[in-house]
């Protein structure tokens, strides 16, 4: 697909690649390379539908992680349910229109998102894709009354309006206001001015917080999801003046706690899932009917950042959960006494994973046991440079390394987002066919750039 509307970054033929790579042994590709196991991301995908089917809730899909739409199918499934989106760029949005058009044949409703308050230069290319896919198909949010204006030029070029939400500020401090001040320099009467005049529909509030990604618990991560939709609601019952006459959308999340969620299913194991699941039952606090709705991006893939906060009860082994590996090549080896404790050095460093932290380990990647004998400790990234990284034990151990010059790797990245972009394509292997995960069965382009 190329942008009708915009000039971006070539993307490679997808038949190119897979002529290249279906059927080979991931060990035998040029590295760095990204890998992904689609009975993984399978898993979690089916989970998460089933969870918020079973709680009665909305929901939301971010599709900024992977970028792809392979896995923005499996996000949404294949039924005749709504199929909501959320992404963080236009160019994301234009690169979805295709699979959004066919749900369109299929009658099936969407709605996508642009997932950060209304950029004035977007608007017009956002209203030319909002023109194809249709009415209701593209909403916005905002939280400036300098955005509303825009919402004009987005009715003018789209010919119909976009839906609203107003973003709220629940304690991240990324974007958005506090409850108390959603009517900031009067921007709910501006807003509702701009529905009379026909270039705008109110959805609701929004907020995502990702404050959950410190927690370590699962009671922790449905602790902030609970605060979460108690601070919409807040901004609701303040503004209720405001905003009455219809249901309104409480849109809330990060892939922590809408992964806790799945907690609920059966009785509640302590407190605070108690009183999420009573929450989620019965959300609204003053008269104004409310759905709630959870969006989360990174939970088909995972990653250390987001496995580390264990979320979920009952979730498996790392090797189980985690979705993506990085590939890498181990090109020397020092475990002759030349430094204090033994390392081995490998040709991927900041540019092919990301030089994000986790808070649950001093490292930047952990080594998959993966066609290696495991060791008491841990074989993590302990330094990382821009195209190399140094491998070492994670407790500082002065065993062996046991790596080869040329041996491959896979390493697990702290932030999928982040290694993800600096990839054009993902390998994909398929772990339910394939014991080892090595066979290459597909591979998926994903969009990059703004």
Not at 189 to 199: D, N, P, S, V
Not at 231 to 237: F, W
Not at 377 to 392: D, N, T
């Amino acid at each position: 697909m190329r942008s009708n509307f915009y000039p971006f970054r070539p993307i490679p033929h997808e038949e190119v690649l897979k002529q290249y790579y279906v059927g080979k042994d991931i060990g035998d590709v040029p590295k760095p390379a990204v890998v992904l196991d689609v009975a993984i991301i399978k898993k979690h995908c089916e989970r998460m539908l089933q969870t918020v089917k079973a709680l009665d809730v909305g929901f939301r899909a971010h599709v900024k992680t992977h970028k792809t739409t392979q896995i923005a199918q499996l996000q949404v499934g294949h039924g005749n349910e709504d199929a909501n989106f959320v992404a963080s760029t236009v160019l994301e949005i234009e690169w979805l229109a295709l699979l959004l058009k066919d749900f369109k044949i299929q009658s099936r409703r969407f709605n996508i998102l642009y997932g950060i308050p209304l950029v004035p230069s977007q608007t017009t290319w956002l209203a030319k894709i909002a023109r194809e896919l249709g009415p209701g198909s593209v909403s916005v949010m905002i939280d400036h009354p300098g955005q509303i204006e825009y919402l004009k030029d987005f009715q003018l070029e789209a010919g119909f309006s976009a839906h609203v939400f107003v973003k709220v500020d629940c304690g991240y401090h990324r974007a958005g206001l506090p409850p108390a001040m959603l009517n900031k320099n009067g921007l709910l009467e501006k807003l509702a001015e701009a529905e009379k005049e026909g270039y705008a529909v109110i959805l609701g509030v929004y907020s995502h917080n990702s404050l959950s990604y410190g927690g370590s618990t699962p009671d922790e991560a449905m602790e902030y999801l609970t605060a979460e939709i108690v601070s919409c609601r807040e901004a609701i019952k303040h503004n209720s003046h405001l905003l009455s006459g219809r249901e309104l959308v409480i849109s809330v999340g990060a892939t922590p706690q809408v992964v806790s969620s799945n907690n609920l299913l059966g009785s509640p194991s302590s407190s605070a899932a108690e009183k999420l699941k009573n929450l989620l039952h019965n959300p609204s606090e003053s008269s104004i009917p409310v759905k709630v709705e959870l969006h989360a991006g990174v939970y088909p893939v995972l990653d250390m950042q987001q496995f580390s906060t264990n979320a979920r009860h009952s979730a498996g082994k790392l090797e189980e959960e985690v979705a993506i590996s990085v590939l890498a090549e181990v090109c020397s080896l020092y475990n002759d006494g030349e430094r204090y404790k033994p390392e081995a050095l490998v040709a991927a460093g900041s540019l092919a994973l990301g030089r994000e932290p986790c808070k649950a380990y001093p490292g930047w990647g952990v080594v998959s046991d993966w066609r290696r004998e495991p060791g008491n400790s841990r074989l993590i990234v302990e330094r990382i440079s821009q195209e190399h990284a140094i491998l070492a034990w994670e407790d500082g151990g002065s065993g062996e390394i046991p790596l080869e010059i040329g041996q491959s790797v896979r390493v697990y990245p702290n932030h999928a987002c982040v290694t993800g972009a600096m990839y054009g394509w993902y390998l994909v292997v398929d772990s339910s066919e394939d014991r080892d995960a090595s066979k290459i069965v597909d591979v998926w382009v994903r969009i990059g750039g703004w």
